[in-house]
């Protein structure tokens, strides 16, 4: 258990409509029933994942309604059932960040207490890094935030699809630690309960497999959290392990 003295979580800021999961013509378009009106409707789904595990035809999905008029589709996607129905799983891959920097401007996260938030969407030679933290002595961290939605039992598994990017950032990393005067971490967040650990999808994209490992050996800290979600908001759980297999 962790020995955080306060909860972080985020409500949904509308009322969440359930619906029935029937296609997923794009990316970034789903095509779902309204379980009250069976109304057929399409929802942007923010996350580009594979998530075949998760969309398929008949699991049920809630959505969000848009209030900008401007955007091209009423219905947002948020939530999906896992595979066992046994609990929900956010398909919002922009609540991670947004829970993160959160906990660290409230000093929620204890694998983080002695670093201050300074910044996100810190700029370094070419790349842009989610957090910048820094110390009292003016020690500074570079921390990279995984969205996870991939589990097999109690294993979070990340990515659920071939990340060059992801690959290319961990590399990044590891190079800083290895070469300059940067810590440097990664923090998995799973956006699902039901998982105990976090382990690498290596049949889905050894590289990142391979990178993570030797980030890890360079001296990139490792963290993971999961979390709670029910239909009006998601909640920071317990820190689980990051486990690599030999």
Same mark, same amino acid.
């Given at each position: 258990?962790?020995?955080?003295? #306060?909860?972080?979580?985020?409500?949904?800021?509308?009322? *969440?409509?359930?619906?029935?999961?029937?296609?997923?013509?794009?990316?970034? =378009?789903?095509?779902?029933?309204?379980?009250?009106?069976?109304?057929?409707?399409?929802? #942007?789904?923010?996350?580009?994942?594979?998530?075949?595990?998760?969309?398929?035809?008949?699991?049920? /999905?809630?959505?969000?309604?848009? %209030?900008?008029?401007?955007?091209?589709?009423?219905?947002?996607?948020?939530?999906?059932?896992?595979?066992?129905?046994?609990?929900?799983?956010? =398909?919002?891959?922009?609540?991670?960040?947004?829970?993160?920097?959160?906990?660290?401007?409230?000093?929620? !996260?204890?694998? !983080?207490?002695?670093?201050?938030?300074?910044?996100?969407?810190?700029?370094?030679?070419?790349?842009?890094?989610?957090?910048?933290?820094?110390?009292? %002595?003016?020690?500074?961290?570079?921390?990279?935030?995984?969205? /996870?939605?991939? &589990? %097999?039992?109690?294993?979070?598994?990340?990515?659920?699809?071939?990340?060059?990017?992801?690959?290319? #950032?961990?590399? +990044?990393?590891?190079? *800083? @630690?290895?070469?300059?005067?940067?810590?440097?971490?990664?923090?998995?967040?799973?956006?699902?309960?039901?998982?105990? !650990?976090?382990?690498? $999808?290596?049949? =889905?994209?050894?590289? !990142?497999?391979?990178?993570?490992?030797? &980030?890890? $050996? @360079?001296?990139?800290?490792?963290?993971?959290?999961?979390?709670?979600? %029910?239909? +009006?908001? =998601?909640?920071?759980?317990?820190?689980?392990?990051?486990?690599?297999?030999?």
């Amino acid at each position: 258990m962790t020995s955080d003295l #306060h909860d972080l979580r985020m409500a949904f800021p509308r009322q *969440l409509t359930e619906a029935i999961f029937l296609e997923r013509p794009n990316r970034f =378009i789903i095509q779902c029933k309204l379980l009250d009106s069976e109304e057929v409707v399409v929802a #942007h789904l923010p996350d580009p994942g594979r998530l075949i595990e998760l969309l398929l035809p008949g699991r049920r /999905v809630w959505l969000m309604d848009n %209030d900008n008029p401007n955007r091209k589709t009423k219905w947002t996607a948020v939530l999906c059932e896992s595979p066992d129905q046994t609990c929900l799983v956010s =398909i919002n891959t922009t609540y991670p960040n947004m829970l993160v920097e959160k906990g660290l401007k409230t000093g929620f !996260f204890k694998e !983080f207490n002695e670093w201050n938030y300074k910044k996100s969407e810190y700029k370094l030679g070419n790349s842009r890094w989610d957090f910048l933290l820094e110390k009292e %002595d003016g020690k500074q961290l570079l921390l990279e935030v995984k969205s /996870v939605t991939l &589990a %097999d039992g109690e294993k979070g598994m990340f990515p659920d699809a071939v990340t060059a990017r992801g690959t290319k #950032h961990v590399k +990044e990393l590891a190079e *800083l @630690a290895r070469n300059s005067d940067f810590e440097t971490a990664i923090l998995f967040v799973a956006q699902r309960e039901d998982v105990e !650990f976090m382990t690498t $999808a290596s049949h =889905i994209d050894p590289a !990142f497999d391979q990178a993570l490992r030797e &980030a890890k $050996a @360079a001296g990139v800290r490792l963290f993971a959290r999961k979390c709670h979600l %029910d239909v +009006e908001e =998601i909640r920071v759980g317990d820190s689980i392990p990051v486990v690599l297999s030999e």
